[in-house]
């Protein structure tokens, strides 16, 4: 073969690889379809838009038609200056307050002694409860109210009993009541280490059985 003939031939080889290499080059830019991207931070299906506005809503309680409103089982009133949300069910007296009673103690005594000392107004109660017919007993009897005690000499002494008998039907309750105050009165019990102080309350609430 003569040299003009491989001449040629590379001629030819060099011209189709520039051609295939322009086909590779120019394909994509003509074949692929434009796409465009996105605009940033606007959320899909809002091209072009702001997100739709959220409507501002007012809570409802279940039951009512305002975020402050009590359910229909709650009862609310007034109680020497206190308002009361009564939470039982049934029919019921309101709670009286003792006008006169402490929120608080100024001063923690050993629970264990606060605890001795209810234990024994529940021996009260259960006594006083003996000649209580069953008829007049509802569905959740129940003795609540608030004890205050001293402390001298190392002795626990009751200053005051005031009882409440909740769901006792007729004179019963308040016969119960009256034999629960007189009786817890009369209870002493050893004050141990605690020092001497003039008046401490003790809260009761039991189940009248």
């Known amino acids: 073969m003569s040299n003009r003939a491989i001449y040629a031939i590379m001629g ?11 086909f590779l080059v120019k394909a994509p830019a003509d074949d692929a379809p434009a796409t465009a991207a996105p605009p940033v931070g606007k959320p899909s299906g809002f091209a072009g838009h702001e997100a739709p506005p959220v409507p501002n809503r007012t809570p409802v309680l279940a039951g009512g038609s305002g975020a402050n409103e009590l359910p229909e089982r709650v009862k609310e009133y007034a109680a020497n200056g206190a308002i009361v949300r009564d939470h039982r069910t049934g029919t019921h007296a ?6 006169n009673a402490r929120p608080q103690n100024d001063r923690k005594i ?4 606060t605890k001795a000392v209810a234990d024994q107004v529940r021996g009260v109660m259960h006594d006083c409860i003996q000649a209580l017919p069953a008829s007049a007993r509802g569905e959740n009897p129940r003795l609540e109210g608030t004890l205050t005690i001293a402390i001298a ?13 909740r769901d006792v039907n007729g004179d019963a309750a308040e016969t119960t009541r009256q034999c629960i105050e007189q009786k817890s009165l ?13 008046s401490y309350d003790i809260n009761l609430s039991f189940t009248l059985i």
Do not use: F, R, S, Y
């Open 12 to 22: 030819i080889v060099v011209a189709v690889a520039l051609v295939g290499l322009w």
């Open 186 to 198: 009369a209870l002493t019990h050893d004050a141990g280490a605690e020092p001497d102080m003039p």
């Open 153 to 165: 000499n190392k002795a626990v002494l009751v200053n005051k009993a005031q009882i409440n008998i």
């Open 94 to 99: 309101p709670i009286d307050l003792d006008p």
């Open 110 to 113: 050993d629970p264990n002694l």
